[in-house]
Each structure stands twice: as structure tokens, then as C-alpha cells.
T-cell receptor
Framework: LAKTTQPISMDSYEGQEVNITCSHN???????ITWYQQFPSQGPRFIIQ???TKVTNEVASLFIPADRKSSTLSLPRVSLSDTAVYYC??????????FGQGTELSVKP | SAVISQKPSRDICQRGTSLTIQCQVD?????MFWYRQQPGQSLTLIAT?????????ESGFVIDKFPISRPNLTFSTLTVSNMSPEDSSIYLC??????????????FGQGTRLTVV
């Protein structure tokens, strides 16, 4: 399973766009890139998943360059409720998930 | 999607005792996963539980300490045996299922917050 590297923490203000980049240099051909969000005292929650190029859903966008060795989660116009830990995971669909350290995002008023 | 219920949600236990955590899923799944999340840390995978076979444990976790049962496709238990304060943690159950579109998503229970005194 490919190891991921993310910033430990990030600060932002309400209304800003937040981009969190994850490095996964050893990503395998069959691996997908998935991001999860975790609030205190809750289990992680799926945000977005992609294989290549760009994926967008109602809450975020995921940008994946052609070499797939990194990915960027983009959160448009964050609010205080987006304060959470964000995890980048790389692996086969349906296989076990290995969590890295995650990025603790703090959104300030 | 999947809805996962974990019991108990929290417990305070005496050292040397054991606690069994239950995980119930609202649909049949092949694999169920058990994680531990120590205070301020990320999630660590303990084991993968398949119905009808012995669980597969990750490095650092052994069956004698964390026995797992998987009697059917919607239920699993994790026991934390002979507890010590170092076992104080949140224990989470997870399954993976197809989500919207082409995604495969992991769904997590709310977790069991264990404090060993």
C-alpha cells in the first residue's frame, strides 16, 4: 500500500478556498485516491475519490496530475464547520485502508 | 451506503478485565474492519474480519489480545482482553461498499470510547 504524506495542520478563514496536497510517490496502477473527513468523536466520513485528472462533487474537488504521485483536495469557501482532520488514502477499491497522519484544518472566523 | 451501529458507545473498565464491542451493519458485507484511534492520533487498522474464517491481524496486533468474531455477514465483535491503561482508545468498526457513482466508500461506526482505569 502506498504511503501518503500530508501537512500536519493548516489554518484558514471563513470564505476562503482551501487546498490540501497529499504526496503518494509509490502509488500503484490499481490504486485509487480517496479523502476522508473526521470530526471529533466521530468516525471518518468519505469526501471524494478519484483515479486521475479532476473529480468534483457537491462538497469538494480533487485534482490529480498525470503522474498521479500527488493529489490536491480543494474545499471551496470553507466555513467554521469544515474544521476537521482530513485524511488522504491510496489503495485498491474495496481493500483495507491504511490511514496516514492526516491534516488538521482549522477554520477561523 | 451502509449504516453501522456500535455498542457500547463508551465504557470505563478496570484493568485486567475484558470488553467486547459489537458492530452491526444494516446490510451484508464481505469484510469488516476494526480500527483503533488513540487520543490525538490517526486510525490504526487492527484486523480484517471475514465471515467464516479467522480474522487477519495487522503487525503489532494478536488474536489473544484482540479476539474477533464474525458469525454472519452483518455482525462482528472485537474483544479487548486483559486490559491495561494503554488500551484506552477509541475503537471503530468499518465496512466498504459502493457509494454514489463509481466510488467505493468506507463507512464507519461512531466508535467505542474505552477508558481503562
Amino acid at each position: 500500500l502506498a504511503k501518503t504524506t500530508q501537512p500536519i495542520s493548516m489554518d484558514s478563514y471563513e470564505g476562503q478556498e482551501v487546498n490540501i496536497t497529499c504526496s503518494h510517490n509509490n502509488i500503484a496502477t490499481n490504486d485509487y485516491i480517496t479523502w476522508y473527513q473526521q470530526f471529533p468523536s466521530q468516525g471518518p466520513r468519505f469526501i471524494i475519490q478519484g483515479y486521475k485528472t479532476k473529480v468534483t462533487n457537491e462538497v469538494a474537488s480533487l485534482f490529480i496530475p498525470a503522474d498521479r504521485k500527488s493529489s490536491t483536495l480543494s474545499l471551496p469557501r470553507v466555513s467554521l464547520s469544515d474544521t476537521a482532520v482530513y485524511y488522504c488514502l491510496v489503495g485498491d477499491q474495496g481493500g483495507k485502508l491504511i490511514f496516514g497522519q492526516g491534516t488538521e484544518l482549522s477554520v477561523k472566523p | 451506503s451502509a449504516v453501522i451501529s456500535q455498542k457500547p458507545s463508551r465504557d470505563i473498565c478496570q484493568r485486567g478485565t475484558s470488553l467486547t464491542i459489537q458492530c452491526q451493519v444494516d446490510s451484508q458485507v464481505t469484510m469488516m474492519f476494526w480500527y483503533r484511534q488513540q487520543p490525538g492520533q490517526s486510525l490504526t487498522l487492527i484486523a480484517t474480519a471475514n465471515q467464516g474464517s479467522e480474522a487477519t491481524y495487522e503487525s503489532g496486533f494478536v488474536i489473544d489480545k484482540f479476539p474477533i468474531s464474525r458469525p454472519n455477514l452483518t455482525f462482528s465483535t472485537l474483544t479487548v482482553s486483559n486490559m491495561s491503561p494503554e488500551d484506552s482508545s477509541i475503537y471503530l468498526c468499518s465496512v466498504e461498499k459502493a457509494g454514489d457513482g463509481m466510488n467505493t466508500e468506507a463507512f464507519f461506526g461512531q466508535g467505542t470510547r474505552l477508558t481503562v482505569v
